[in-house]
Nanobody, 120 residues
Framework: VQLQASGGGTVQAGGSLRLSCAAS????????MGWFRQASGKEREFVGV????????YYADPVKGRFTISRDNAKNTVYLQMNSLKPEDTAVYYC??????????????WGQGTLVTVSS
């Protein structure tokens, strides 16, 4: 499966962005989908995950209550809605397909990443 993340950009602190992750090659509905991010000079970190049906999600503490993952299996797309953005959310965001996990090693397929910059 090929993943294409999009929707990144520059936003002021307190603003919102919605990232999309479009899948091709195989239906995304068979996969658990995760979002990760990597800030400059830091390791890639887990953001959140959604199960195949969209009924179960889990988020990292720094984004809990501000970010929401959803999916539209008919469109083969997963979304990351980011609200109340903070400068520390600045990073390249990646979508990935794999197992229901917070570990990047449990994901087999990765998108190319989309840059989110939050200005103060």
């Amino acid at each position: 499966v090929q993943l294409q993340a999009s929707g990144g950009g520059t936003v002021q602190a307190g603003g919102s962005l919605r990232l999309s992750c479009a899948a091709s090659g195989r239906t995304v509905s068979v996969y658990v989908m995760g979002w990760f991010r990597q800030a400059s000079g830091k390791e890639r970190e887990f953001v959140g995950v959604i199960n195949w049906s969209g009924g179960t999600t889990y988020y990292a503490d720094p984004v809990k209550g501000r970010f929401t993952i959803s999916r539209d299996n008919a469109k083969n797309t997963v979304y990351l809605q980011m609200n109340s953005l903070k400068p520390e959310d600045t990073a390249v965001y990646y979508c990935a397909a794999g197992r229901y996990s917070v570990r990047s090693s449990d994901y087999n397929y990765w998108g190319q990443g989309t840059l989110v910059t939050v200005s103060s």
